[in-house]
């Protein structure tokens, strides 16, 4: 009986994390849209406008839920539940400390990237169920792009996972980091098991991550339909893409899976390359930083950090970025990102076999 | 190839280069100072919002934004309403009886004005009327925020007169004009 409570709590404080990030997600957001355009956002409600989101999501629950006629009712009606779930489904294998995981599963990095592919079958619905071209020409646009994007992200993950040998994102937490228990070489030749630190991050126990890491920072931007790969919302040609018929709580909905989506592609790519929950600070002869900050608080302090730095870097791309064209979308992934992530597996395995 | 990859990355970095800088000067708000401060286009950084119903740019006294009639100079000569590009003005003029009085240049007021409205929605604030006035009565304030609930409100009427005042002095009018033709009259049948 305590196992079930203990699961639904478990779920819960997920869920409350995802929709408190959200808010401050969105007013981060806007916030930083409004500085790299020299205006002030918003500054009416709350203090420095802090309580703007609450009062749109206010607004949100109190407005009707409208189904288009023409709609597929139950597609439309499920479509913003599945993209949301999908997401939400996604933050259970993720490890937050050293003992913390919500369920430690050891094919966890593949349950991801399972979980998340059924997002595009969501937006797939959302579009077809409108019965409204703009959002059939997005949730198009979105399932193409997503769909491409995933093979390069995923090969960006198989040369980690061909590093770390282990799908268990818990197991490849630990190596990049003084907990691990077979030995970390800092470039793949100075053992730094004792050192720990930010030598022993995974795109520097390899450096060829490095490459792999920006491949999938691009990957994981195009996978969360965010600038400059946001052809399938492209407002100024489809409206809002594939939610353009949704109203209320429904695109809420769309909403809050969008930016656990953004926080969830930036941890895992904090887990994969950029040592989890693992402090950046290495010990020096007596001074022993690492030792001293690492634990299961500052193990969430950290990858927390490490996360919002990397969706900082979300927003700063959006804002800075003009949208691809669709062949430039594709050739970018095609022609430059597959065959780049191709070569970083290649490496990979010589890293693997020569010098680990 | 590899230089097309090259400037790829140059060109991304100075945009990115770009952003940040402007991220790091909101920190920066612009003063909120009027056109005649020597300060005024010099403020080349930071946001350049002003949240306006809380601050507002202090305008020159001469500004020229709405209109304002000054009826005791005006001597309803109706130039105002002829020139007026936009029909924005409507005058209704009722002769009297004898001088009214002078306006502050001296020149002497014969007729009252029984209607003196302009249409602020209309008006275009071209300030011909402004230019034609013989009295310079009609002029332009610095007064712009004006918004109200009923468009009936963006109709300002400056005739001093009530409907009740305006009737007598065309009753007046008449018995003038009555006796004076009568007197006429009288006159020729004299001869």
């Known amino acids: 009986m305590n196992h079930y409570l203990l699961n639904i709590l478990v779920a819960l404080a997920l869920f409350t994390f995802v929709a408190l990030f959200t808010t401050f997600g969105v007013y981060a957001e806007r916030k930083v849209s409004a500085f790299i355009q020299d205006r002030l956002g918003p500054m009416e409600t709350g203090k420095y406008g802090s309580l703007q989101v609450f009062a749109d999501m206010l607004k949100m629950l109190q407005k009707e839920l409208i189904t288009p006629l023409a709609a597929d009712k139950i597609l439309f009606a499920l479509a913003p539940i599945i993209i949301f779930v999908a997401v939400y489904l996604g933050f259970a294998a993720l490890p937050w400390a050293p003992g913390l995981i919500p369920a430690s599963i050891n094919v966890g990095i593949f349950y991801i990237l399972a979980v998340l592919s059924i997002e595009t079958v969501g937006i797939l619905m959302a579009g077809w169920g409108s019965n409204n071209k703009y959002a059939l020409l997005g949730a198009m646009r979105s399932v193409a792009q997503i769909v491409s994007y995933e093979i390069p992200a995923g090969f960006a993950i198989i040369s980690v996972i061909m590093i770390s040998q282990s799908l268990d994102l818990q197991e490849i937490s630990k190596q990049q980091g003084i907990l691990s228990a077979e030995n970390v070489k800092f470039l793949g030749f100075i053992p730094v098991k004792e050192v720990g630190g930010i030598l022993a991050w995974n795109i520097f126990r390899a450096p060829h991550l490095i490459v792999a890491f920006v491949i999938y920072f691009i990957a994981s931007l195009a996978e969360s339909n965010r600038a400059p790969f946001d052809i399938p919302e492209a407002e100024s040609e489809l409206v809002a893409g594939f939610h353009t018929e949704y109203t209320g709580i429904r695109f809420a909905l769309v909403f809050l899976a969008e930016y656990s989506m953004m926080f969830l592609v930036s941890m895992v790519g904090v887990i994969l390359f950029l040592g989890a929950w693992n402090t950046p600070l290495p010990n020096i002869g007596a001074v022993k930083l690492a030792d001293w900050t690492t634990g299961n608080i500052w193990g969430i302090g950290w990858i927390f950090l490490k996360s919002l730095l990397l969706i900082g870097l979300q927003m700063w791309v959006r804002w800075t970025l003009p949208r691809f064209r669709v062949d430039q979308l594709m050739d970018l992934c095609w022609k430059v990102l597959t065959p780049l992530a191709f070569l970083c597996m290649l490496i990979s395995g010589i890293w693997r076999l020569w010098l680990m | ?191």
């Open chain 2, 1 to 191: 190839m590899f230089n097309n990859i090259i400037n790829g990355i140059k060109s991304a970095g100075k945009g990115f280069n770009l952003t940040l800088k402007h991220f790091l000067a909101a920190k920066n708000s612009r003063e909120v100072v009027g056109i005649q401060s020597d300060n005024y286009f010099k403020q080349q950084e930071g946001n350049v919002t002003i949240q306006y119903p809380h601050q507002k740019l202090p305008i020159p006294e001469v500004g020229r934004y709405q209109l304002f009639v000054e009826m005791d100079d005006c001597i309803v000569c109706d130039l105002c309403a002829k020139i007026c590009p936009v029909n924005c003005i409507e005058i209704e003029s009722i002769k009297s009886t004898e001088a009214i009085g002078q306006t502050s240049d001296g020149t002497t007021k014969r007729l009252y004005a029984a209607k003196f409205d302009i249409n602020m929605a209309k008006c275009l604030y071209c300030g011909l009327c402004t230019t034609v006035c013989p009295t310079e009565c009609i002029t332009m304030t610095n007064q712009y925020d004006k918004s109200v609930q009923d468009l009936d409100l963006l109709t300002y009427r400056f005739s001093p007169m009530s409907e009740a005042e305006a009737e007598e002095k065309r009753l007046a009018l008449e018995k003038q004009q009555a006796e004076k033709l009568a007197a006429k009259q009288a006159a020729a049948q004299k001869k």
